[in-house]
Nanobody
Framework: EVQLVESGGGFVQAGGSLRLSCAGS????????LGWFRQAPGKEREGVTC????????YYADSVKGRFTISRDNAKNSVYLQMNSLKPEDTAVYYC?????????WGQGTQVTVSA
């Protein structure tokens, strides 16, 4: 089983930046599709960005294109989310996800709060 731990969330003013990290327990991180999701109060969980292992593509939600960047470091079993030009509507709990076949693994989430 893959264990994921997110970190880097916090409070930031609109226009600021945060860098989220997700550390995995596996030594074969390259085998997994990796991504970030978020859920705001009263809203459904939505996909933010991901590296898709199935098609080899990187995807971004329209709401974050040009502002957020996903990256990975397989040697460190980690995936990152650089968030720039943050907006109040980015406020949510952010979750790291790792997928392998029909299996999905989730972290506990890290809170990001952006003040106007």
């Amino acid at each position: 089983e893959v264990q994921l731990v997110e970190s880097g969330g916090g409070f930031v003013q609109a226009g600021g930046s945060l860098r989220l990290s997700c550390a995995g327990s596996t030594s074969t991180f390259d085998d997994y599709s990796l991504g970030w999701f978020r859920q705001a109060p009263g809203k459904e969980r939505e996909g933010v960005t991901c590296f898709s292992k199935s098609d080899g593509s990187t995807y971004y939600a329209d709401s974050v294109k040009g502002r957020f960047t996903i990256s990975r470091d397989n040697a460190k079993n980690s995936v990152y989310l650089q968030m720039n030009s943050l907006k109040p509507e980015d406020t949510a709990v952010y979750y790291c996800n790792a997928g392998w076949g029909f299996l999905d693994f989730w972290g506990q989430g890290t809170q990001v709060t952006v003040s106007a």
